[in-house]
């Protein structure tokens, strides 16, 4: 427990083990070097936050609402974005200032049957994501090496191996793959939008909230997708922990120097992501809404029309390319996430690849009775759902996180200041009304 505010900063040891426990305080921080330096130690648990607003889920919705509207749904990836960067800003607060992670912080501060609750909701999240990326790297496989799709479903489990080969180099060398895929996807995109060639003033007027956001329900639909894609509620408990992987001084000042170069780090990945995403929206709405194919929705489908409608063969291969490293790198974050949710909520430790293939086994039961069922033709939906299940989940992550990262009376001095405060419970506020919203239209037909 922390000191209330008025009392000066004193470290109170923890005698829980942390997640993640073989990267924790892994990464030396140097004290003696220049702010550059140090800066430099905290750059890469934002960018294992910033793959999973990116990952194959983002694809789904990016493309039904780029190809359905345009570039109107460009203000909710912005939006989105900006409430991504401010919560995990907070994430990184609570998990600086407390030393424990959220899931771990649900755990001793809620009644048992709430945090068993929370538990099971974030385990629900996990799964909704792993099957956004099972189902993305199969469709990646097959537009890159023509294997059929439920086969890729089953090899994707193999993606086990990559996760423990990584975190058995280190944390360093598991950020310097994810910065390395980042840097790939965003190549790919900037080819591609440079093909496309988009009104970059209808772009820019996307940005701007439009009103049909709440008096289409189909548009309402894929801006929550949209938003559950973005916002990730798994996301919010690895950045607590991943945090934690710093080995920065333990007293007021060095947590505070820690809590704003963890800020900027997530802030500039998170930028990176908007422009992704940005760019996965802005491709459907310049290709496919600009020539009258308001429809499309389906991965595939995108990819073989993309060198007929732009012209270049190159396209496709990028496309391709670009959802296959979406896919590994968004796995890496999955797994990482959850082991923290098991190991804080339950203290109960898995080995990464026997919780990997766990929770890649449940994901697959949906995925081969889509496929099996539907064809390649279920997939899209399945994507758009699997986003819009993240949504619907993500109260039950930031409410806890707001409550934590606004307690005074234990974080102190290293509370949020009012500023984050009040943004902070307008975006769950923002969030809670649209998912009602969802549900009412739902209920009403």
């Known amino acids: 427990m922390l000191h209330r505010a008025s009392e000066p900063f004193t470290e109170v ?30 750059v890469g648990p934002g960018y294992l936050v910033a793959v999973g607003y990116m990952d194959p889920g983002n694809w789904a919705t990016s493309l039904a609402g780029g190809s359905a509207y345009g570039y109107t749904l460009l203000s909710v990836a912005l939006l989105s974005s900006l409430m991504a960067m401010l919560l995990q800003a907070l994430c990184a607060r609570v998990g600086i200032a407390t030393g424990q992670d959220l899931a771990q912080l649900c755990r001793d501060r809620f009644p048992r049957p709430v ?8 385990e629900v999240a996990i799964c909704a994501t792993d099957l956004a990326e099972l189902i993305g790297t199969a469709i990646a496989l097959k537009l890159l090496f023509g294997i059929p799709l439920l086969g890729g479903v089953m090899l994707t489990a193999l993606d086990a191996l990559l996760v423990l080969w990584l975190q058995h180099r280190g944390m360093r060398w598991l950020e310097a793959f994810i910065v390395a895929m980042i840097a790939l996807i965003a190549g790919c995109f900037l080819m591609e939008i440079a093909l496309a060639d988009p009104d970059w003033a209808a772009v820019l007027s996307g940005y701007a909230p439009s009103a049909s956001l709440l008096s ?52 500039v990945a998170l930028s990176i992501a908007l422009v992704i995403n ?3 929206l802005i ?25 007929p409608m732009v012209g270049a063969g190159t396209a496709a291969t990028l496309f391709a390319v670009a959802l296959l490293a979406c896919g590994l790198t968004a796995t890496v974050t999955a797994t990482l996430s959850g082991q923290v949710v098991m190991e804080g909520f339950l203290r109960f430790r898995l080995p990464p690849v026997l919780r990997r293939l766990v929770t890649r086994l449940i994901a697959i039961i949906p995925a081969v009775m889509v496929t099996w069922q539907y064809g390649e033709s279920g997939t899209a939906q399945l994507l758009i759902l699997s986003q819009v299940t993240l949504s619907l989940q993500l109260p039950f992550a930031v409410i806890p996180l707001m409550l934590f990262a606004t307690d005074r009376s234990r974080l102190g001095v ?17 969030i809670v009304g649209l998912n009602l919203k969802l549900l009412y239209d739902t209920a009403v037909g």
């Open 278 to 280: 940005s760019a996965i």
């Open 283 to 307: 491709l459907a709405a310049a290709v496919f809404h600009a020539a009258g194919r308001t429809e499309i929705a389906e991965i595939q489908e995108a990819h073989q029309l993309l060198t």
């Open 115 to 122: 945090a068993w609750g929370l538990w099971v909701l974030a």
């Open 216 to 267: 289409d329900s189909t548009q309402l639909y894929l801006a929550i997708g949209i938003l559950g894609a973005t916002v990730m509620p798994h996301n919010l408990y690895l950045h607590t922990a991943t945090v934690q992987s710093r080995a920065f001084r333990q007293d007021e000042q060095g947590r505070r120097e820690a809590i704003r170069f963890a800020t900027v780090d997530s802030t």
């Open 13 to 42: 040891p923890s005698t829980i083990p942390p997640s993640l426990q073989e990267v924790y305080r892994s990464v030396r921080v140097p004290a003696a070097a220049s702010a550059g330096r140090r800066l430099f130690a905290f």
């Open 414 to 430: 290293l509370a949020a200041p009012r500023w984050q405060a009040v943004l902070g419970w307008a975006a769950t506020a923002l």
